[in-house]
Protein backbone atom coordinates (compact mmCIF):
# COMPACT_ATOMS: atom_id res chain seq x y z
CA UNK A 1 0.00 0.00 0.00
CA UNK A 2 1.72 3.14 -1.37
CA UNK A 3 0.57 5.84 0.81
CA UNK A 4 1.83 3.62 3.87
CA UNK A 5 5.42 3.11 2.48
CA UNK A 6 8.23 3.83 4.59
CA UNK A 7 10.08 6.96 3.14
CA UNK A 8 13.32 8.14 5.15
CA UNK A 9 11.34 6.17 8.41
CA UNK A 10 7.68 7.18 8.19
CA UNK A 11 4.89 6.11 6.52
CA UNK A 12 4.26 8.37 2.97
CA UNK A 13 1.16 9.60 4.21
CA UNK A 14 2.93 11.21 7.47
CA UNK A 15 4.34 13.69 5.73
CA UNK A 16 0.90 15.60 4.71
CA UNK A 17 -0.14 14.96 8.04
CA UNK A 18 2.29 16.76 9.72
CA UNK A 19 2.30 19.40 7.17
CA UNK A 20 -0.89 19.88 7.81
CA UNK A 21 -0.56 19.81 11.54
CA UNK A 22 2.13 22.39 11.84
CA UNK A 23 -0.11 25.04 9.97
CA UNK A 24 -2.10 27.19 12.38
CA UNK A 25 -4.79 27.81 10.20
CA UNK A 26 -5.98 24.32 9.68
CA UNK A 27 -8.29 23.92 12.19
CA UNK A 28 -8.75 20.03 11.85
CA UNK A 29 -6.01 17.38 10.01
CA UNK A 30 -8.34 14.76 8.80
CA UNK A 31 -7.48 11.80 6.57
CA UNK A 32 -10.30 10.34 4.00
CA UNK A 33 -9.56 6.45 3.70
CA UNK A 34 -11.39 3.49 2.95
CA UNK A 35 -8.55 1.26 4.72
CA UNK A 36 -8.33 0.54 8.91
CA UNK A 37 -5.04 0.51 8.40
CA UNK A 38 -4.36 3.77 7.15
CA UNK A 39 -7.18 5.61 9.09
CA UNK A 40 -5.11 4.17 12.28
CA UNK A 41 -2.10 4.97 10.89
CA UNK A 42 -3.45 8.65 10.47
CA UNK A 43 -4.65 8.30 13.89
CA UNK A 44 -0.95 7.48 15.01
CA UNK A 45 0.70 10.50 13.59
CA UNK A 46 -2.00 13.53 15.07
CA UNK A 47 -5.03 13.17 12.42
CA UNK A 48 -8.20 12.47 12.98
CA UNK A 49 -10.08 9.55 10.67
CA UNK A 50 -13.48 9.58 11.70
CA UNK A 51 -15.10 7.79 8.84
CA UNK A 52 -14.14 4.87 5.93
CA UNK A 53 -14.93 6.66 2.65
CA UNK A 54 -17.44 4.17 1.46
CA UNK A 55 -16.27 2.06 -1.85
CA UNK A 56 -17.77 3.95 -4.31
CA UNK A 57 -15.78 6.89 -3.80
CA UNK A 58 -12.76 4.68 -3.63
CA UNK A 59 -9.76 2.86 -5.95
CA UNK A 60 -7.36 4.04 -8.50
CA UNK A 61 -10.81 5.15 -10.60
CA UNK A 62 -12.10 7.58 -8.00
CA UNK A 63 -12.37 11.32 -9.00
CA UNK A 64 -11.49 14.12 -6.44
CA UNK A 65 -15.13 15.76 -6.71
CA UNK A 66 -16.69 12.77 -5.20
CA UNK A 67 -14.18 11.85 -2.37
CA UNK A 68 -14.24 15.11 -1.02
CA UNK A 69 -17.29 16.18 -1.51
CA UNK A 70 -18.38 12.88 0.29
CA UNK A 71 -15.82 14.17 2.90
CA UNK A 72 -17.43 17.60 3.32
CA UNK A 73 -21.12 16.14 3.83
CA UNK A 74 -19.58 13.60 6.26
CA UNK A 75 -17.65 15.94 7.93
CA UNK A 76 -20.40 18.71 8.81
CA UNK A 77 -22.75 16.08 9.86
CA UNK A 78 -20.32 14.16 12.42
CA UNK A 79 -19.03 17.82 14.00
CA UNK A 80 -22.40 19.98 13.29
CA UNK A 81 -20.25 22.87 11.78
CA UNK A 82 -19.77 24.32 8.58
CA UNK A 83 -16.63 23.75 6.85
CA UNK A 84 -15.22 26.64 4.76
CA UNK A 85 -12.74 25.25 2.60
CA UNK A 86 -10.28 22.06 2.07
CA UNK A 87 -7.11 21.93 2.06
CA UNK A 88 -6.48 19.12 -0.15
CA UNK A 89 -2.94 17.48 0.45
CA UNK A 90 -2.28 14.36 -1.83
CA UNK A 91 0.60 12.48 0.20
CA UNK A 92 2.68 11.48 -3.03
CA UNK A 93 3.47 14.84 -2.38
CA UNK A 94 5.44 14.32 0.65
CA UNK A 95 8.08 17.27 0.56
CA UNK A 96 6.12 20.54 -0.15
CA UNK A 97 8.09 23.75 0.66
CA UNK A 98 7.31 25.22 3.74
CA UNK A 99 4.66 27.55 4.39
CA UNK A 100 2.85 26.37 0.90
CA UNK A 101 -0.90 26.51 3.12
CA UNK A 102 -0.57 29.85 3.98
CA UNK A 103 0.70 31.10 0.84
CA UNK A 104 -2.68 29.75 -0.74
CA UNK A 105 -4.71 30.81 1.94
CA UNK A 106 -3.25 34.53 1.51
CA UNK A 107 -3.96 34.09 -2.46
CA UNK A 108 -7.47 33.03 -1.71
CA UNK A 109 -7.87 36.38 0.26
CA UNK A 110 -6.09 38.34 -2.25
CA UNK A 111 -8.65 36.92 -4.53
CA UNK A 112 -12.09 36.79 -2.83
CA UNK A 113 -13.78 35.87 -6.69
CA UNK A 114 -11.57 33.34 -6.96
CA UNK A 115 -12.94 29.23 -7.14
CA UNK A 116 -10.06 27.85 -5.84
CA UNK A 117 -6.20 27.69 -5.61
CA UNK A 118 -4.05 24.94 -7.39
CA UNK A 119 -0.46 24.56 -6.95
CA UNK A 120 1.31 24.52 -10.44
CA UNK A 121 4.48 24.11 -12.31
CA UNK A 122 5.57 25.78 -15.93
CA UNK A 123 5.33 22.54 -18.44
CA UNK A 124 8.51 21.04 -20.02
CA UNK A 125 6.77 20.55 -22.93
CA UNK A 126 4.22 22.74 -24.06
CA UNK A 127 0.72 21.86 -25.26
CA UNK A 128 1.58 23.68 -28.80
CA UNK A 129 4.29 20.79 -29.13
CA UNK A 130 1.60 17.38 -27.98
CA UNK A 131 -0.29 15.32 -30.29
CA UNK A 132 -2.92 12.89 -30.02
CA UNK A 133 -3.98 9.64 -32.05
CA UNK A 134 -6.49 9.89 -34.17
CA UNK A 135 -7.18 6.10 -35.15
CA UNK A 136 -3.69 5.51 -37.53
CA UNK A 137 -2.75 8.83 -37.58
CA UNK A 138 -1.65 11.62 -34.82
CA UNK A 139 -2.97 15.34 -34.25
CA UNK A 140 -1.78 18.51 -32.25
CA UNK A 141 -4.09 18.68 -29.09
CA UNK A 142 -4.61 22.49 -29.89
CA UNK A 143 -6.23 23.16 -33.10
CA UNK A 144 -6.47 27.07 -32.57
CA UNK A 145 -3.43 27.80 -34.36
CA UNK A 146 -1.94 26.94 -38.10
CA UNK A 147 0.66 23.76 -37.14
CA UNK A 148 0.93 24.87 -33.57
CA UNK A 149 3.49 22.21 -33.40
CA UNK A 150 5.90 24.38 -35.62
CA UNK A 151 5.90 27.72 -33.37
CA UNK A 152 9.23 28.36 -31.58
CA UNK A 153 9.62 27.97 -28.15
CA UNK A 154 9.79 31.70 -27.31
CA UNK A 155 6.25 32.53 -28.75
CA UNK A 156 4.82 29.72 -26.74
CA UNK A 157 1.76 31.49 -24.06
CA UNK A 158 2.86 30.44 -20.28
CA UNK A 159 1.73 26.89 -19.49
CA UNK A 160 1.63 24.94 -16.51
CA UNK A 161 0.97 21.40 -15.39
CA UNK A 162 -1.07 21.02 -11.61
CA UNK A 163 1.28 19.86 -9.25
CA UNK A 164 -0.08 17.27 -6.25
CA UNK A 165 1.57 19.43 -3.53
CA UNK A 166 -1.77 21.53 -2.67
CA UNK A 167 -5.32 22.70 -3.55
CA UNK A 168 -7.79 24.31 -1.54
CA UNK A 169 -11.69 24.53 -2.48
CA UNK A 170 -14.02 26.45 -1.37
CA UNK A 171 -17.45 25.51 0.10
CA UNK A 172 -19.38 27.12 -2.14
CA UNK A 173 -17.26 25.81 -4.95
CA UNK A 174 -17.62 22.03 -3.73
CA UNK A 175 -21.82 22.93 -3.67
CA UNK A 176 -21.44 24.25 -6.91
CA UNK A 177 -20.55 20.29 -8.05
CA UNK A 178 -16.94 21.05 -8.50
CA UNK A 179 -13.17 21.23 -6.88
CA UNK A 180 -11.93 23.58 -9.32
CA UNK A 181 -14.37 26.19 -10.41
CA UNK A 182 -13.59 28.16 -13.13
CA UNK A 183 -11.57 30.86 -11.46
CA UNK A 184 -8.97 29.07 -10.28
CA UNK A 185 -5.48 31.03 -8.69
CA UNK A 186 -2.52 29.76 -9.50
CA UNK A 187 0.14 29.06 -6.69
CA UNK A 188 3.55 28.53 -9.42
CA UNK A 189 5.94 26.14 -7.95
CA UNK A 190 9.33 25.77 -9.74
CA UNK A 191 10.22 22.47 -11.12
CA UNK A 192 12.64 22.15 -8.41
CA UNK A 193 10.40 22.93 -5.40
CA UNK A 194 8.36 19.20 -6.15
CA UNK A 195 8.20 15.86 -6.32
CA UNK A 196 5.58 13.33 -7.10
CA UNK A 197 5.58 9.98 -6.28
CA UNK A 198 4.11 7.79 -8.86
CA UNK A 199 6.82 5.16 -9.45
CA UNK A 200 9.50 3.23 -7.93
CA UNK A 201 11.85 5.74 -9.16
CA UNK A 202 10.39 8.66 -7.38
CA UNK A 203 10.75 6.98 -3.66
CA UNK A 204 14.89 6.79 -4.64
CA UNK A 205 14.59 10.63 -5.97
CA UNK A 206 12.83 11.85 -2.49
CA UNK A 207 14.98 9.63 -0.43
CA UNK A 208 17.83 11.65 -1.71
CA UNK A 209 16.08 14.93 -1.63
CA UNK A 210 15.81 14.05 2.47
CA UNK A 211 19.21 13.09 2.77
CA UNK A 212 20.72 16.33 1.03
CA UNK A 213 18.09 18.34 3.00
CA UNK A 214 19.38 16.78 6.31
CA UNK A 215 22.96 17.73 5.27
Not at 48 to 61: I, V
Not at 195 to 202: L, Q, S, T
Amino acid sequence: MKNLRPLAGLPLIAYSIKYSLACPEVSKTVVSTDSPEIAETARAYGAEAPFLRPAEFSGDAARDYGVVRHALDALESIFDETIDAFVFLRPTSPLRPPGLIERALELLRKFPEGSSVRCVTPVSEHPFWQFRRRGDFIEPWLGDAAEPFTTPRQEHPPSFFQTGDLEIIPRETLKKGSTAGDRIIPLVLGREEMIDINYEADFALAEKWLENLRR
